[in-house]
């Protein structure tokens, strides 16, 4: 089913954020990528709370003690309290990676142009499975046992709902003209925070209750 996303609230522009990356919910702070830094702000506010002068290019991901960020052709686990760099693993698009999530144990990648979302180890970055879309891949986010991701191309951007076994689309949220998802995530709850690539922003969208419920 396609359905049009309803747009929430902006956050952002921030100061000294030109493009949004990945973004990430670490249960009261939203997380997000900026390029040379990883910063941090409070939903309720939009005020900036944390900043971690740590290269941040692409997704970001929280298992409940750390911070994944995609770095380069390179996946780090960063202390989110010291900013240290505990382990790095390599990323499976070598470079072309784009979103991160965190479920059941493992990392889930999307590869940006090659359509792909990959199940990778998180100690050693092996790859697990790997699932085929026919879109460009930005975001990657887990809730309520759904996989949904974010997608963006040719000047059009939606959020998906997919079977995480075969790929399939499930449902859609789609974009308005002009608002684009350059990572994903979900709040545990009824809302996706999108990162808003060149504009700066990080929007919250509405989530919706998929008709076909994938958990497991």
């Known amino acids: 089913?396609?359905?049009?996303?309803?747009?929430?609230?902006?956050?952002?522009?921030?100061?000294?954020?030109?493009?949004?990356?990945?973004?990430?919910?670490?249960?009261?702070?939203?997380?997000?990528?900026?390029?040379?830094s990883l910063k941090a702000f409070d939903p309720a506010s939009g005020d900036v709370q944390r900043s971690l002068d740590i290269a941040a290019h692409a997704g970001t991901a929280f298992d409940g003690r750390?911070?994944?960020?995609?770095?380069?052709?390179?996946?780090?686990?960063?202390?989110?309290?010291s900013g240290k760099v505990l382990a790095t693993?390599?990323?499976?698009?070598?470079?072309?990676?784009?979103?991160?999530?965190?479920?059941?144990?493992?990392?889930?990648?999307?590869?940006?142009?090659?359509?792909?979302?990959?199940?990778?180890?998180?100690?050693?970055?092996?790859?697990?499975?790997t699932l085929q879309s026919n879109r460009f891949v930005t975001g990657v986010t887990w809730v309520d046992g759904e996989l949904w991701?974010?997608?963006?191309?040719?000047?059009?951007?939606?959020?998906?709902?997919?079977?995480?076994?075969?790929?399939?689309?499930?449902?859609?949220?789609?974009?308005?003209?002009?608002?684009?998802?350059s990572g994903l995530e979900s709040d545990g709850a009824e809302r996706f925070f999108c990162g808003g690539g060149n504009c700066g922003k990080v929007r919250a969208v509405r989530r919706v209750k998929s008709a076909a419920g994938t958990s497991r």
């Open 1 to 36: 089913m396609k359905r049009a996303a309803e747009v929430l609230r902006e956050y952002g522009p921030f100061e000294g954020v030109e493009s949004v990356g990945g973004v990430s919910f670490d249960g009261d702070k939203v997380w997000l990528a900026a390029g040379s």
């Open 66 to 81: 750390h911070l994944f960020q995609i770095v380069e052709d390179r996946i780090e686990k960063i202390d989110p309290g």
């Open 89 to 129: 693993i390599p990323a499976p698009g070598n470079g072309g990676d784009s979103g991160l999530a965190w479920a059941e144990g493992t990392l889930w990648v999307g590869q940006h142009r090659e359509r792909k979302i990959h199940q990778i180890d998180p100690d050693t970055g092996v790859v697990l499975r």
């Open 149 to 181: 991701h974010g997608t963006w191309e040719n000047d059009e951007s939606e959020i998906r709902h997919i079977d995480p076994d075969s790929g399939a689309v499930l449902d859609t949220l789609q974009m308005p003209k002009g608002v684009f998802v």
